[in-house]
């Protein structure tokens, strides 16, 4: 199985931040990863697709980038209504796999 | 308007079994694979079973196989999860999750979830 490694674990900022979240691959798999938002008690939301494409109705605040085995989630400024938790997913083999998550919080 | 709103879940005894299911709308359902994501309570998330738009192709993860059935009916625009000789670790929320492509690509709308408890 692709193991997929968030960091960090949990993380703090300030509304207008740049906030960047990293999901590492133990193998490379080209562009085959997207991003969700999960916020308490609901389901996840997906945000971007295959690395760096913005699902429809995503603001644009939020991007991704990488290929290989290192991406990067960004969050050019955050607002109040980002807070919750961000999952990498891989989909380059079975079983499809998910990072541990990364937990947003407001300063 | 896509909607996916899974049933079927509640409290099971070790051994036992429970059948979820995902009534679709709002799409065509006939046109897309499927899949079943969980989330144990406070952990994060796990990608359980896929199944293809004609139920030609079925995958699961390693946990759950021999025990776990999915299955559809397009004429119902309805997803099962067949969930038999259920441990303790099975206890989660289960999501239906609508895929773009076969094979697993990405799950661009969700359901709100069902909650299966294995307990004694």
């Known amino acids: 199985d692709i193991q997929m490694t968030q960091s960090p674990s949990s993380l703090s900022a300030s509304v207008g931040d740049r906030v960047t979240i990293t999901c590492q691959a133990s193998?490379?798999?080209?562009?085959?990863l997207n991003w969700y938002q999960q916020k308490p008690g609901k389901a996840p939301k997906l945000l971007i697709y295959?690395?760096?494409n913005l699902e429809t109705g995503v603001p644009s605040r939020f991007s991704g980038s990488g290929s290989g085995t290192d991406f990067t989630f960004t969050i050019s400024s955050l607002q109040p209504e980002d807070i919750a938790t961000y999952y990498c997913?891989?989909?380059?083999?079975?079983?499809?796999?998910f990072g541990q998550g990364t937990r947003l919080e407001i300063k | 308007e896509v909607q996916l709103v899974e049933s079927g879940g509640g409290l099971v005894k070790p051994g036992g079994s429970l059948r979820l299911s995902c009534a679709a709308s709002?799409?065509?359902?006939?046109?897309?694979?499927m899949n079943w994501v969980r989330q144990a309570p406070g952990k994060g998330l796990e990608w359980v079973s896929f199944?293809?738009?004609?139920?030609?192709?079925?995958y699961y993860t390693d946990s759950v196989k021999g025990r776990f059935t999915i299955s559809r009916d397009n004429a119902k625009n309805s997803l099962y999860l067949q969930m038999n000789s259920l441990r303790a670790e099975d206890t989660a929320v289960y999501y239906c999750a609508r895929d773009v492509t076969s094979p697993p690509r990405y799950f661009d709308y969700w359901g709100q979830g069902t909650l299966v408890t294995v307990s004694s």
């Open positions: 709002g799409f065509t359902f006939s046109s897309y694979s």
């Open positions: 295959d690395a760096s």
């Open positions: 193998q490379d798999i080209s562009n085959y």
């Open positions: 199944i293809s738009s004609s139920s030609r192709y079925i």
């Open positions: 997913q891989e989909y380059d083999n079975l079983p499809i796999t």
